[in-house]
């Protein structure tokens, strides 16, 4: 893999951005963010810089502003089109002007101009934005400062309104000549557990005995190479909550920012049931553009996205429940599908579709999901068997918007589970179409085992659908709420909830007066209950919360809430509703939160110095990871080809065995553990848990059952004929003994890795006792005596 970022110009001029500096405080699941871009003109001549960079997708940026020698110029929040107009006036007139904007075509692009920065001086553009952080699977907050912004595939005849059809040069990383600097205040009344980076961090440093805060920063020297995330562990994160925050005391009752906001958090005790055996049709959309063949991040020896998806997908396969219908497209320039029509879960169309999956490449050209979306939508339903759609895709789209409506128009067919692969993914397309059908989404980019998080995703897609989801709030007479978050519809165990709204009416209190009373007599409170039905069952979860709006100068719960709704109305310059437009545009400026609509315009208007001739141009270029099939030309225009990959490759077809090479060694497709589905330290040790795990996954059939033969000898580490030899035929056929022996193992050897083969088991677990009947506690006796193993029988309880 060779990897390329950028800061020179074509003309090999020093970039006038020199560091970024980050601030980070997290409270509980929310971060404030305060990103500094330091910028000085070495040049002889007045400069435009330009840098375009990456932002999640829920982030939600309220503050711009610039220190230009020793001056500080504070951004207005204005309509789009006039901030353009006014930057370009200024510039024209002599002044210094700054300019932030969301690109016109995903949440998750920016931009930012620094226009006529003189030669010699510095400027200082800080900008600050709040944003949730997700939960992760192991109950980590998931915090990640984005760095990776990789090329996006774009249709003819798309506008050419994008940031990201600025050129910008490239050069290797060695010479990146801007470095990140970066620390993290966190605080939790739960205690801080331990703090992780994919990035070296110096030493936590706890600044108090009971551990509820905590700092942490980058280690110095760091590039700006590669996506930055902290995944923090706090000692209790399932605990429900209501935070509620007082309004901008100089605007009126009734606004959105004069109101108090409150901020829900629940945890929905769902309790977990077993899966249906026939619950639904699942469509796997694959994304099989040239750049999935891209590593899954930065560092050496990454994994290749395609690779990943591939494995993952493997398992996926494994695991559905017999009596299902599935497919699975491929896509890219054009797209494929597996099966002409869904088909029936079996034994005979699991193998047809391993044997296709295993031979997939990264060669169907660039990255269009909107056409395969559309001819999955345009198929008849099976009655009964409601469609789950699973999409793998690096996000590479420059249409996303498109594809969020399409999603959400079709909503009421489906859910939609997203999984963002590799780093530089767009979160804006990878939420998007989630958030937009009720599914869940999932970042994957290289750190953690991509396993573990698609099955999470495929046991949400098996619960039972719940219903009547409803929310209710019970308040003094004289206050109501106004919901500010979507309806809520779907539900999943194990899942956070957050809901945002307004409070509107006369607080029993209010004030700094009434804060000291309150604190004097019995507080006055309010209590939201979350109610819903789950298999003919209701259930209720209540959190009681004191009416006592907390200030907060930087009106971050405000700001979420602004951002949330934001989210259900802009859709983009060219996809939002001509009814939306309006109500965006307006929530956008009351709330001083940015969208396709709006942008920051800071005037220096102290400066006064014409320019002579255009303004010199400096792109600034952000890290990209290439693909490893892309053309290397040093020193030129990172205006890389949106489809890289190969042509004419054989596309899906029935297959027996293929032969391929990877890092000099050849292997068989239909061998699990060497086609591509282990990690590069997995190839060097046949003997890991990991490899016996895949090879165990790999030879079970579609039925949940194993079958007696020397592949599951080697698991095991016996041979054949002790395992016959010991086979209890009076009791169970040779299949039941191996399912019972595979079953046992897992549980014994594989503990640390339950969430990728619990469906697995499970399957197997129910096989065994329509299989063996009665006689299965002493098959199940026989085979803990053969394996010596210390297993609990309990766990072929069904």
């Given at each position: 893999?060779?990897?390329f ?9 020093p ?6 500096s ?7 699941f929310v ?5 500094t871009l ?5 040049e002889?001549?007045?400069l435009?810089?330009?840098?375009v ?9 309220y503050?711009?502003?610039?220190l230009?020698?020793?001056t500080?110029?504070?951004a ?7 901030a ?16 932030l904007e969301?690109?016109s ?13 003189q ?8 900008l600050k934005y709040?944003?949730e ?23 003819s ?13 490239i050069v290797?990383?060695?010479?990146l ?8 205040t966190i605080?939790s009344q739960?205690?801080?557990?331990k ?8 030493p ?6 009971d551990?509820t ?6 280690a110095?020297?760091?590039?700006f ?6 995944l923090?562990y706090?000692s209790?994160v399932?605990?429900p ?8 005391p ?5 606004h959105?920012m004069?109101?108090p906001?409150a ?5 929905p005790?769902?309790p ?6 026939t ?5 796997f959309?694959?994304d ?5 063949q891209?590593?899954m ?13 591939k ?5 996926l ?19 494929e ?20 999956v ?6 169907l ?11 999955i939508?345009r ?10 759609l699973?999409v ?6 420059t ?8 999603v959400?128009?079709?909503?009421q067919?489906?859910?939609?589970f ?12 990878i939420?998007?179409?989630?958030r ?7 970042f ?6 991509m ?18 989801v409803?929310?209710?709030?019970h ?19 194990g ?6 709204a ?5 607080m ?5 007066l009434g ?5 004097q ?6 209590e ?8 003919g069952?209701?259930?209720e979860d209540?959190?009681?919360?004191p009416l006592?709006?907390?200030p907060?100068?930087n009106?971050?719960?405000?700001r979420l ?12 310059l060219?996809e939002t ?7 965006a ?6 709330s001083?939160?940015?969208?396709s ?19 010199a141009?400096r792109?600034i270029?952000?890290?990209?990871v290439?693909s490893?099939?892309?053309p ?8 890389l080809?949106m ?12 297959v ?5 090479v990877e890092?000099?060694?050849?292997y ?5 553990s060497?086609c591509?589905?282990?990690t ?12 016996h ?18 592949d599951l ?19 169970v056929?040779s ?24 469906l ?10 329509v299989?063996?009947g ?6 199940v ?7 010596k193993?210390?297993v ?5 309880t069904?």
């Open positions: 893999m060779v990897q970022f950028g800061l020179l110009t074509l003309q090999r001029k970039v006038p951005l020199k560091s970024i980050v601030s980070v405080s997290i409270y509980e971060a404030g963010v305060s990103a330091n910028y000085e003109n070495e002889e001549v007045p435009e810089a330009i840098f960079f990456p932002m999640d997708e829920d982030s939600a940026v503050s711009f502003e610039a230009v020698d020793g500080k110029i504070v207005e929040l204005q309509d789009k089109m006039k353009r107009t006014n930057y370009k006036n200024a510039i024209s007139q002599g002044h210094q002007a700054f300019l969301e690109d075509s995903s949440r998750d692009v920016f931009s930012c101009n620094v226009g006529n920065l030669p010699g001086s510095k400027a200082a553009v800080t709040v944003q952080l997700p939960l992760e699977t192991d109950g980590a907050l998931r915090f990640v400062l984005p760095a990776v912004l990789n090329p996006r595939y774009k249709l005849g798309s506008p050419k309104d994008s940031c990201l059809d600025v050129k910008t040069p290797p990383v060695e010479d000549p801007y470095t990140l600097s970066m620390v993290a605080d739960h205690g801080i557990e703090v992780q980076s994919n990035c070296p961090l110096s936590t440093e706890y600044l108090g005995e551990k805060s905590a700092q942490v920063s980058l110095a020297g760091h590039k190479d590669r996506d930055v995330e902290l923090i706090y209790e399932h605990t909550s209501v935070v509620l925050e007082m309004g901008m100089n605007v009126k009752p009734g959105l004069g109101d906001t901020m829900v958090s629940f945890y005790n769902i977990e049931d077993q899966p249906s055996n619950c639904g049709e699942f469509i959309l694959m099989r553009s040239g750049s999935m891209s590593p991040n930065s560092q050496d020896r990454s994994q290749l996205r395609i690779q990943a998806a494995e993952t997908l493997i398992l396969l494994k695991s559905l429940p017999i009596g299902c219908y599935f497919n699975i497209y491929g896509f890219g320039s054009s797209y599908a597996c099966f002409p029509e869904s088909v029936k879960y079996t034994q005979q169309t699991m193998e047809e579709a391993l044997g296709r295993t031979l997939m490449q990264a060669n050209g660039g990255t269009e999901i909107l056409a395969p979306l559309q001819d939508y198929r008849p339903s099976i009655p009964g068997y409601p469609l789950q699973f793998f895709t690096d996000g590479e789209v249409d996303t918007f498109s594809v969020i409506k399409e959400g128009i079709n909503r067919k489906h859910r939609c997203s999984f963002g692969i590799g780093e530089g993914a767009s979160t804006s397309l939420k998007g179409i989630a937009a059908s009720g599914g869940t989404s999932e994957i980019t290289g750190k953690g085992r396993q573990s998080k698609a099955l999470r995703t495929l046991k949400r897609s098996l619960q039972p659908v719940v219903e009547n409803s929310l209710s709030w308040l003094p007479s004289r206050l109501s709420t106004e919901m500010l978050s979507p309806e809520q519809t779907v539900i999943f165990r899942q956070r909830l957050i809901i945002y307004q409070l509107t009416g006369k029993p209190v209010s004030g700094f804060y000291l009373i309150l604190h007599a019995a507080e006055t409170t309010g939201v209950c979350l109610k819903y039905t789950l298999q069952k209701t259930f209540k959190v009681t919360f006592q709006p907390k907060d100068a009106l971050t719960i405000h809430a602004a951002k949330s709704l934001l989210q259900t109305k802009d859709m983009g060219r509703p001509a009814s939306d437009k309006k109500d545009l307006n929530l956008s400026l009351e001083g939160v940015i969208s609509f709006t942008a920051f315009i800071a005037i220096n208007k102290e400066l006064n110095k014409p320019v002579q001739g255009p303004l141009h792109n270029l952000r890290p990209i290439l490893t099939s892309a290397l030309n040093l020193g030129c225009q990172a205006a080809p489809g890289l990959g190969f042509r004419g490759t054989p596309r899906f077809q029935p027996k065995k293929a032969v391929s890092h000099n060694m050849a068989h497709i239909d061998d699990y060497l591509g589905l282990m590069h330290k997995d190839h060097h040790s046949p003997d890991s848990v990991e490899n795990l895949v090879q165990l996954i790999y030879h079970q059939n579609a039925n949940g059952s194993w079958d007696l033969n020397e000898a080697k698991v095991l580490g016996m041979s054949l004929e002790e395992i016959t030899a010991a086979h209890p035929a009076e009791l056929d299949s039941g003994w191996a399912t019972i022996l595979a079953v046992i193992w897992l549980h014994g050897n594989s503990k640390d890795f339950k969430c990728e083969w619990e697995l088991e499970r399957k197997a677990v129910a096989w065994m006792h299989h063996a009665s006689t299965m506690p002493l098959v006796k026989a085979a803990i005596t053969f394996l193993s210390s609990d029988p309990a766990i072929f069904y």
